[in-house]
């Protein structure tokens, strides 16, 4: 963030909204049509679960989806990353084992970290987590307590998982009493309508045998400033997660849970996501673009279909941090591969993101990264 922050430099680093594409106006309007009771409300603490006008209306955004909202028990938490957090303390005892995709979303390596578990790292293709190392791992005589995936427009990997991978994966775990945390903060975000049925959700599938703890976000659809996100889970994890929510913050925000819940009410929500969507995908296919146009063959990526990220694979023996300081000379940052490792090790790779940076910074800057790129190599 230092960086970043720094006069003249652009950043493909933040997994962050573009400040303008928040929808100012029209959250102005909404909260300026509130009568006083409900303003009141926005300033006074709530219930730890979350107000009931937005659990209701956001149960039905995400029943839309195919979510179990009715049958299991939703809670609104300060982001998705406090979600992750209370699942950790809820499972997790020091020295306990995680299953988690390398490379992973540091938020959640953080948050099992703290609790101090063992992190093992599962392999990550394009359809998705290993189906082989899940396998092996399913069957340890050290099973693990919770299996962690982001299966839609992954964070770092931008992939979206295959139908076929996401059963794969659930027909391994059934049965074997490992809890799995699907985490789904930018599945909104798609570009294309054809990806629409690789987007439901693990947990709407209701698999036998398996406990799926659903987590989301309004950071993505909405602002992260609002410090909202959600958790789905059935009755018996969700009352362990109350009880560490109010020791955490006893409730989230209700100043902006009044604001999401008017700007779910209103309709506006939905206009609001294709825009964003729709200008999302305008940078990433200009990234990709100038990517193919510039980047050395021996460097392996896929074009996003959604989200906000493109991970570069670069050769085994080049060093990213290399690449970084190279491209830093020139004013631009990205995060560096080791970040997103459980066990920090792997540099050959880096994420760039295409959400915080606008046409003309994409297109001044990803050619400084390729250069950069091609100097390292060059250098071996």
């Known amino acids: 963030m230092k960086l970043v922050t720094r006069p003249g430099i652009i950043s493909f680093a933040g997994g962050m909204p573009d400040n303008d594409l928040f929808p100012i106006s029209e959250v102005d309007e909404l909260f300026g049509r509130l009568d006083v009771l409900k303003k009141q409300q926005a300033f006074q603490y709530g219930p730890t679960p979350g107000l009931p006008s937005l659990l209701e209306s956001l149960g039905e955004f995400l029943a839309a989806r195919g979510l179990p909202t009715e049958r299991e028990r939703l809670m609104i938490t300060t982001g998705s990353q406090q979600a992750i957090s209370i699942l950790a303390r809820a499972f997790l005892d020091p020295g306990d084992r995680v299953l988690v995709e390398n490379p992973c979303f540091i938020g959640a390596l953080s948050a099992f970290k703290s609790c101090q578990a063992e992190l093992t790292g599962l392999s990550v293709d394009k359809e998705g987590i290993s189906i082989g190392e899940l396998d092996v791992e399913a069957n340890s005589t050290d099973p693990a307590k919770l299996l962690y995936i982001t299966p839609y427009f992954h964070n770092p990997g931008g992939i979206l998982y295959s139908m076929e991978r996401k059963r794969r994966l659930v027909e391994t775990l059934a049965w074997k009493d490992i809890v799995l945390i699907e985490d789904d903060a930018y599945g909104e975000l798609y570009f294309y309508e054809e990806d629409k049925p690789h987007l439901k ?7 036998e045998g398996l406990d799926v703890c659903y987590t989301g976000s309004f950071s993505k659809i909405l ?3 609002l410090r909202l996100g959600w958790l789905l889970a059935s009755e018996e994890i969700y009352e362990r997660c109350e009880l560490i929510k109010q020791s955490y913050d006893a409730c989230s925000p209700s100043f902006t849970q009044v604001i999401a819940d008017e700007f779910i009410r209103s309709g506006q929500i939905f206009p ?5 969507r ?13 990517l193919e146009a510039t980047l050395p063959t021996d460097v392996a990526w896929t074009r996003p279909r959604g989200g906000f990220y493109i991970w570069l694979a670069l050769p085994e023996h080049i060093d990213a941090s290399e690449v970084l300081e190279l491209s830093l000379e020139d004013g631009v940052v990205f995060v560096i591969g080791k970040t997103f490792d459980p066990q920090g090790r792997r540099n050959n790779t880096l994420r760039l993101s295409y959400c915080n940076t606008d046409a003309s910074q994409i297109e001044r800057g990803i050619p400084i990264i390729a250069s950069a790129i091609k100097k390292v190599m060059n250098r071996y």
Do not use: F, S, W
């Not at 959700?201 to 698999?207: G, H, M, Q, S, V």
């Not at 729709?278 to 100038?290: F, N, P, Q, S, V």
């Open 201 to 207: 959700p693990i947990k709407a599938e209701n698999p």
């Open 223 to 225: 602002g992260p400033g």
């Open 272 to 276: 609001y996501i294709e825009r964003v």
């Open 278 to 290: 729709t200008e999302y995908r305008k940078r990433a296919l200009l990234m990709g673009d100038i």
